[in-house]
């Protein structure tokens, strides 16, 4: 009896652990940038507005870790690709994770980028900077495109 209540145990840890999983962005490929890429290259139209009370609830991940930063971000205008704001979480000496809330639903739809510098975005472009690395923020993923080598 005890060693299936241990099992089941285990298995939702696991499932619990892997659905974390599934929010962060893949980890740095290593591929070089041909070009580096532009805001330009990668244009949405921006519908303005401000972000409404957030649901916490849809990323226990996030609000376990930035609950304050997300809370406190009722209100903010939307900063990035058209409809979205980023939330910063100072997580460390050189270290801040990054959330992205919808404007339309107030939900965090994206939770995990870490980087050592603040990340750089615009409101009407879905490119984002983090550190050396570039990423398209597309489908509510941050898909990686590739790094800049220059120290």
């Not at 499932?15 to 330009?40: D, I, N």
């Not at 009370?53 to 376990?64: G, R, Y």
């Not at 979480?89 to 939770?111: N, R, W």
């Not at 990423?135 to 990686?144: G, L, S």
């Amino acid at each position: 009896m005890k060693k299936g209540i241990v099992a089941i145990i285990a298995i939702i840890g696991l499932v619990y652990l892997l659905s974390l999983r599934a929010t962060w962005p893949k980890p740095s490929m290593g591929e070089t940038c041909k070009s580096l890429p532009r805001f330009e290259d990668y244009l949405v139209e921006s519908r303005g507005g401000v972000i409404g009370v957030i649901d916490l609830d849809n990323n226990k991940m996030a609000k376990e870790e930035m609950e304050a930063e997300l809370l406190s971000a009722t209100g903010s205008a939307v900063n990035f690709a058209g409809k979205y704001t980023i939330v910063n979480h100072e997580c460390g000496l050189g270290c801040q994770k990054h959330a992205v809330i919808d404007q339309v639903t107030s939900k965090i739809i994206f939770y995990g980028l870490q980087t050592d510098k603040l990340l750089k975005s615009r409101v009407n472009s879905s490119l984002v900077i983090a550190d050396k690395r570039y990423y398209e923020f597309k489908d509510n993923q941050m898909n990686y495109l590739c790094e800049d080598d220059k120290k």
